[in-house]
């Protein structure tokens, strides 16, 4: 069994917490294989977005797979 996530929200710390943070603690108290789509082009500039970066790879080293 399996899940996909659209996690079409911009990675960031809100009050102390990563907002992502939620996903990656119910993913942990859950057995079943996590696939979050991540939409990291969409916003403005050309450069690489080094929040996107560490975020994604939280979700990596959580074991949540990631398409985007």
Do not use: C, F, R
């Amino acid at each position: 069994m399996s899940t996909i996530i659209p996690l079409y929200l911009y990675p960031e710390v809100i009050n102390g917490v990563h907002n992502w943070e939620p996903l990656i603690n119910a993913y942990k108290n859950n057995s079943i294989k996590v696939w979050a789509i991540v939409n990291q082009n969409s916003g403005p500039g050309s450069a690489v977005d080094t929040n996107y970066q560490t975020a994604i790879a939280k979700l990596k080293t959580a074991g949540i797979n990631t398409l985007g």
